[in-house]
């Protein structure tokens, strides 16, 4: 007997992540219309989980941690699956089944484009990597800010924003993804004075261990570097 359809929208021109349906059938209101995206979301983290060959555990941690981060934003700020992927790689951490990175996205790759040869590793694949470090480090530090500081300031937006600037130069392969996701978010924090609780380390060395300061210093230098160029192009 077959089971509930594990169909997903089809992804276009072979792209990672499909695109997203503004509506789903006429007078349906948004709310019906998310709890159908958000039920689709989690079907494909079940698949890819079983894909991965990931442990019934890690697979249901990943869906509550997806719930839990659309109960606090609004779906259309983010990408709903590259948020799942993301959810996926930090369950695997929470429940101690570790995934690689490369592997989440090949499997996601394939869910969205059946038969196709696994992403070489262009752009295409790296600026996907990095973001789902970046997400992940998002959703650490989220927890550790006040909420109202966090609602009041765009570091989610502006963190996503430098994120995408590293790549106007050749800073996005001298540095590695981890420190790059790390020197973005700091960056974004600092501007805005938002502060994180003060521990025996300091967050950022929580997050990612061989992190230094003088390689967020590094990073956040050759961005600025970017920034002084363009200015100059203009």
Partial sequence: MEGMSSRAPAAKDGALLPARRDSCGDGESDSARDIKTHFRVCRFIMDTGVKLGMRSVPVATACVL?????????????????????????????????????????????????????????KEFWDLRDSVYLLHYLFSVKSLV??????????????????RDCYHGAMCIRHIPQH????????????????????????????????TQADIDAVISDLLQLYDMEAKCI
Wanted: proline residues 4%; contains cysteine; glycine residues 4%.
């Fill in 66 to 122: 997806y719930h839990r981060f659309f109960e606090h934003v609004n779906m259309h700020a983010y990408e709903p699956y590259l948020v799942a992927m993301s959810c996926v790689y930090l369950a695997g951490k929470v429940e101690e089944q570790h995934m690689r990175t490369r592997d989440i996205i090949n499997v996601s790759h394939r869910y969205f484009n059946s038969g196709s040869a696994p992403l070489e590793c262009d």
């Fill in 146 to 163: 006040n909420r109202h500081a966090w609602s009041r300031t765009p570091v989610a937006e502006t963190s996503w924003a430098l994120l």
């Fill in 180 to 211: 790059i996701a790390i020197a973005t978010l700091y960056l974004a924090l600092n501007s805005y004075g938002v502060e994180l609780p003060v521990g025996e380390k300091e967050w950022w060395q929580v997050l990612c261990e061989d992190v």
